[in-house]
């Protein structure tokens, strides 16, 4: 069974780092792309960027590009989402979901990481 | 980026309804169009991918067509547990974009 299995909720104060993660079991992990996707409280899902954790080919929106960093350890079939400095506009939920192919829709998504930043 | 445009931002309906939304990309995306399910407090569902093609386990009264730009996610006829937010997304090119989402609301 395919599962994508997200860390636990995060809170946060402004200014402070933070790594969310995303573990993948039930398929070969190295040969999937991983994405991540943002929903801001009662909003709509937002692109952020993707990961091919194979050989770590990684994509990102240009409205999230160098405001976070996308990584993954394939030795423990596991993807990141990383912020340096969290700004309180980064509250929300994060979604990690897998992607099959260079142009696949997203099959499979984790449970979601809240991340909270307050100060 | 391609942008997505749905309609209606939401709409009410009864059990038993028909129902379609649209969904509308500033370029030729081909097929390379999804239609997802999100419940309140869950994650978002692939509904139907290719534009036409149903995810496995997803009802048949889920059905999805268009090209090009113009596309449309039909369900013949709405069950209680349809009640939800549905959005389209393209995969033609990065970065992937959303369309702003459609809530379906009882009436």
């Known amino acids: 069974e395919v599962q994508l299995v997200q860390s636990g909720a995060e809170v946060k104060k402004p200014g402070e780092s933070l790594k969310i993660s995303c573990k993948g079991s039930g398929y070969s992990f190295t040969t999937y792309w991983i994405g991540w996707v943002r929903q801001m409280p009662g909003k709509g899902l937002e692109w952020m960027g993707i990961?091919?954790?194979?050989?770590?080919?990684?994509r990102y929106s240009p409205s999230f590009q160098g405001q976070v960093t996308i990584s993954a350890d394939k030795s423990i079939s596991t993807a990141y989402l990383q912020w340096s400095s969290l700004k309180t506009s980064d509250t929300a939920i994060y979604y990690c979901?897998?992607?099959?192919?260079?142009?696949?829709?997203?099959?499979?998504w984790g449970q979601g990481t809240l991340v909270t930043v307050s100060s | 980026a391609i942008r997505m445009t749905q309609s209606p931002s939401s709409l009410s309906a009864s059990t038993g309804d028909r129902v379609t939304i649209t969904c509308r990309a500033s370029q030729d995306i081909s097929t390379y169009l999804a239609w997802y399910q999100q419940k309140p407090g869950k994650a978002p569902k692939l509904l139907i991918y290719t534009a036409s093609s149903l995810q496995s386990g997803v009802p048949s009264r889920f059905s999805g067509s268009g090209s090009g730009t113009d596309f449309t996610l039909t369900i013949s006829c709405l069950q209680s547990e349809d009640f939800a937010t549905y959005y389209c997304?393209?995969?033609?090119?990065?970065?992937?974009?959303f369309g702003q989402g459609t809530k379906v609301e009882i009436k």
């Open positions: 979901a897998r992607q099959s192919g260079s142009n696949s829709p997203l099959d499979y």
């Open positions: 990961i091919y954790p194979g050989d770590s080919d990684t």
């Open positions: 997304q393209q995969y033609y090119t990065y970065p992937r974009t």
